[in-house]
């Protein structure tokens, strides 16, 4: 076990932790910040494994995850914003 791993192996419960959290409770805004917030921790303890363990398979996952956390965090904004763009607010007065 090496020093990436030991912080790979710290930063999971430390970071990830509180990012599930949050998004388990809260507003829908607060829980989406949560969400995207939790998959830059991801992208940080893939790199990590990749580094510790020499696996160049684990950087190609943090990639794929860094390009596709960030659409997935906008479509679910737009879920958040309503249908056809109006706040959900506005549709129920």
């Known amino acids: 076990m090496n ?3 030991v912080v790979a192996c710290v930063l999971l ?10 998004a388990s409770r809260g507003e829908p805004g607060q829980r989406l910040a949560g969400t995207a917030l939790l998959a830059v921790v991801a992208e940080a303890v893939f790199l990590l494994a990749a580094r510790g363990l020499h696996r160049t398979s ?3 996952v943090a990639l794929v995850l860094a390009v596709l956390a960030p659409a997935g965090t906008l479509v679910f904004a737009r879920c958040l914003s309503g249908v ?10």
Not at 13 to 22: L, M, N
């Open 13 to 22: 419960p430390c970071g990830a932790g509180p990012c599930v959290w949050r």
């Open 84 to 93: 056809g763009g109006r706040p959900r607010s506005e549709e129920r007065s």
């Open 3 to 5: 020093a990436w791993i």
């Open 58 to 60: 684990y950087v190609d």
